[in-house]
């Protein structure tokens, strides 16, 4: 290990260098192939599939390859500081863990593996309101990491707070308003392989574990731990029927955040703004932060990048409040080019799903330091010492590469 510990190839790197390897791809497409093979074909397509032809989300991975970084060189090369502090959390890299549900699809200890790998990494995980695991179990998987909850709002008012307390109970420091997933998209690959988890308990762990949603659903009032496991055929059907009738309001409106800012003190961010009107009226609202989102391409098909709405979303709120990414981001380049576009800090959501299908824990943990290592390097080539200093001068447009042409 020793004889690899040098400044110039970093510390992962090095860590690699002299295990002689790793059992983990280092690519995006060495990634997805890992997954692919070490799961059902149904499950990867879950994970992996977008709405209809899924075009929203090529575009928004083809969006970063328009840009490219302008290299800088007799600089300060000492490595960079990547630290932030976003909505007074701080994290040792501007990368979350995006809420991604049913994470049970790809691993057996689901959540809590994101959790631990979160935390050993220092990055905060971003919990969906579809986890497998209830959010309590969740925090104390790891304690000491960071962690937000994705507040998808249930129709039902006491259920909704029933959440959003049990979330702040259990140390979660902020409330991130899912407003990009409030009716299911056309997702072809699902409904070739006619899976639907929900139907079969899968990712309700957050409701099952939950008093209000037992006795709207008509089950017992005393959760096991392991909710979904106890269950019936006749159960998971109650509790699959009475989640898709309540897991979220029909309509939603801006001046709906003074409700919730009744119900809760953590602070508010809003996923899912992609026009420059809508950004303005949710600040206006008192959101805390925004985040640019087109839910990963996975809800509405033939939208335009989510990259390509990030500019307009910060300028349209200047420096009022943080903006966030999420949608397409697979690389620490990817990262250092959303942050020069406006970003304070990006979420990474399948890739961190396909690390844990291929190992774990330890694969989600592979997938973040990698991002760390290579964003913390381009960070330093392009002359910058913390990521707050990017911007557009940091970037040029690219011209097109035709498709024969572009690497694979």
């Known amino acids: 290990m020793e004889e690899y510990a040098m400044g ?47 075009r929203t989300v090529a575009a928004n991975e083809e969006a970063f390859a328009r840009w490219g970084l302008t290299y800088r060189i007799l600089r300060d090369g000492r490595p960079a500081d990547t630290s932030c502090t976003i909505l007074d959390t701080p994290m040792s890299l501007p990368v979350m863990l995006a809420p991604a549900g049913v994470a049970e699809l790809a691993h057996p200890e689901a959540e809590k593996a994101a959790a631990e790998a ?3 990494v220092g990055v905060v995980q971003v919990l969906s309101s579809a986890s497998s695991t209830p959010l309590e179990e969740v925090a104390r998987a790891a304690p000491e990491g960071r962690r937000w909850f994705q507040f998808a709002w249930p129709d039902d008012g006491s259920l909704a707070r029933s959440l959003l307390e049990r979330a702040e109970k259990a140390g979660y420091t902020a409330v991130v308003l899912q407003g990009d997933c409030h009716v299911a998209g056309w997702r072809t690959r699902e409904l070739d392989t006619g899976f639907f988890p929900f139907g079969r308990g899968h990712g309700l762990g957050n409701y099952l574990s939950d008093p209000r949603f037992r006795e709207l659903a ?3 009032q005393e959760p096991s731990p392991e909710p979904a496991r106890a269950l019936g055929p006749a159960e998971v059907r109650a ?16 001046g709906d955040l003074e409700l919730l800012r009744s ?21 206006d609202a008192g959101a805390d932060a925004l985040i640019v989102s087109n839910h990963g391409g996975r ?13 307009l979303v910060a300028e349209a709120v200047g420096d009022q409040i943080p903006v966030l990414f999420d949608s397409g981001v697979r690389t620490g380049t990817d990262v250092l080019i959303a942050l020069a576009l406006g970003a304070s800090a990006v979420m990474i959501g399948r890739p961190w799903l396909y690390g844990l299908a291929t190992g774990g824990r330890a694969g989600v943990e592979h997938v973040l330091r990698c991002l760390e290592t290579e964003f913390t390097g381009a960070l330093t080539l392009t002359g910058h010492q913390r990521p707050d200093s990017l911007s557009p001068a940091d970037l040029t447009l690219l011209p097109a590469i035709p498709a024969s042409r572009r690497p694979r």
């Open 8 to 54: 110039y190839t970093g510390g992962y790197q090095s860590a690699v260098f002299a295990a002689g390897g790793s059992p983990f791809p280092f690519t995006v497409e060495g990634l997805v192939e890992a997954a692919r093979e070490a799961l059902p074909s149904r499950t990867f397509a879950y994970i992996a599939g977008g709405a209809g032809r899924e």
């Open 263 to 283: 119900w809760t003190d953590l602070p508010l961010a809003v996923k899912g703004v992609c026009r420059a009107d809508e950004a303005v009226r949710l600040r």
């Open 239 to 254: 509790a699959a029927v009475a989640w898709n009738r309540y897991y979220t309001r029909p309509a939603l409106a801006p």
């Open 118 to 120: 979160a935390a050993a």
């Open 218 to 220: 008509g089950l017992s």
């Open 299 to 311: 809800q509405l098909d033939s939208g335009p990048a989510a990259l390509d709405c990030l500019p």
